[in-house]
């Protein structure tokens, strides 16, 4: 009788797979994996202990460089957290309209990367040069209210720079959202009912409900498996304007890649149409009034017609440099900072990836006492041993990239 030994090998962090410096020490039995041991923090940099050495303000571009492909949603976060422990909001409803909108291309944004990066792990190619084409699109967007392609920082809290909204940019968007539906068409038509793309899909890496519930898992992961949690749909944690819109969020049966997948394309449709929304109420509110009494009656060329300059300059929440005092109090508020008195407040929003939250501890000065961060990915990881278990090598692939993973929220 032969004996059988069980073999020990590393995958990653060189693995192009590992989806930057994710290692993994697997005891394999031939290729079936009996036991995943993940090995994270190689990308560690300090950054919330960095915050406590800076201003608030200072400590925004940190949440860009968390998840690198999903930015603009982890400054929502840290923007709701300070106005929180301030206590008092100034931005009109129109800046709650523009974070809005910016929150759901950035969903976009990193939905195209995670199913095309999928499918590209498991053998397809075609859907990266669709998804990575729409990103360019929407990293244009970026670039154009703020000056980079993706660490943006472009929210302030109690601020938005209307000056850069401009018509043109809205008109743009809506030329987006149509063109992006023919891309998430192609890309339906190329995956969803690929027999390899199921078979490498289907089963692989099933949770349930309690499994779920035991290891604190969010957003896509945890719809997967009928867990009906969306903050954007929540009556109590609900967030910007996302109270005021019509839309739905949606859930798996099996909790398996393939429910994953298909709720990923689904929010990426559901994002446009909440696109579309916000564009019609930014455009009504900006004197539409009520000639139009649906979306589909505005033309995009007649945006410019009805949008009007003025009304982003009269309602920026700039200070004027008009006088000596409010040239010094501005100067001050970018140099030093604002104190904040001593309070401590946790704000969460829905990444594309779950819930990402800041807790923030403020002692009456113009920087946090601390600042904890909680990222979905580096939660959603700690399932990687128990959905790898009994699969085979090859499908190790498919399951980190089912996650999501970026390992710059996970290690921080």
């Known amino acids: 009788m032969k004996n059988i030994k069980t073999m020990n090998i590393n995958f990653g962090p060189q693995h192009p797979a590992a989806h930057g410096v994710l290692r993994l020490i697997l005891q394999l039995n031939g290729e079936v994996v009996e036991k995943a041991d993940p090995h994270i923090g190689l990308l560690h940099r300090g950054s919330e202990k960095l915050m406590e050495d800076r201003f608030y303000l200072q400590s925004l571009p940190y949440f860009d460089r ?28 129109t800046c709650s309209q523009i974070r809005t909108l910016y929150d759901e291309l950035t969903r976009i944004l990193n939905h195209m990367l995670a199913i095309a990066c999928h499918a590209l792990d498991v053998g397809s190619m075609s859907s990266i040069f669709w998804a990575f084409e729409e990103r360019e699109k929407i990293m244009e967007f970026y670039e154009r209210v703020s000056g980079a392609r993706m660490h943006a920082a472009f929210y302030r809290p109690n601020e938005a720079n209307l000056d850069s909204i401009s018509s043109f940019l809205i008109e743009d968007i809506l030329d987006f959202t149509r063109n992006c539906f023919t891309t998430l068409n192609e890309m339906h ?62 859930l798996g049966q099996h909790g398996d890649s393939y429910d994953r997948f298909l709720i990923r394309m689904n929010e990426m449709a559901e994002s446009l149409n909440i696109v579309n929304q916000v564009i019609y109420k930014i455009i009504k509110h900006k004197k539409l009034g009520s000639k139009s009494k649906n979306y589909t009656n505005i033309s995009p060329h007649n945006i410019i ?49 779950g819930e990402f939250g800041v807790s923030l501890i403020a002692n009456n000065t113009n920087t946090p006492y601390r600042c904890k961060v909680r990222s979905p990915a580096y939660h959603n990881m700690h399932i990687l041993p128990q959905i790898s278990k009994g699969h085979f090598l090859a499908d190790l692939v498919a399951l980190i990239g089912t996650i999501d993973v970026v390992f710059g929220e996970v290690d921080r």
């Open 66 to 93: 968390f998840d690198y492909c999903s930015m603009m949603v982890q400054e929502h976060a840290y923007c709701l957290a300070i106005e929180s422990l301030i206590g008092t909001s100034n931005y009109s409803s």
């Open 305 to 353: 017609k009805y949008t009007n300059p003025s009304y982003w300059n009269q309602h920026n929440l700039k200070n004027s440099y008009n006088s000596m005092e409010d040239l010094i109090k501005h100067f001050k508020h970018w140099s030093e900072g604002d104190k904040i008195e001593s309070n401590w407040t946790y704000q969460s929003v829905e990444s594309p990836k």
């Open 189 to 250: 038509n190329i995956l969803t009912f690929n027999k390899i793309w199921k078979h490498r899909l289907v089963n692989i890496g099933t949770i349930n409900y309690q499994t779920c519930l035991d290891y604190g898992l969010t957003g896509v992961m945890s719809r997967s498996t009928g867990v009906k949690r969306d903050l954007r749909l929540s009556k109590l944690e609900t967030y910007s304007n996302y109270y005021f819109l019509n839309f739905r969020s949606f």
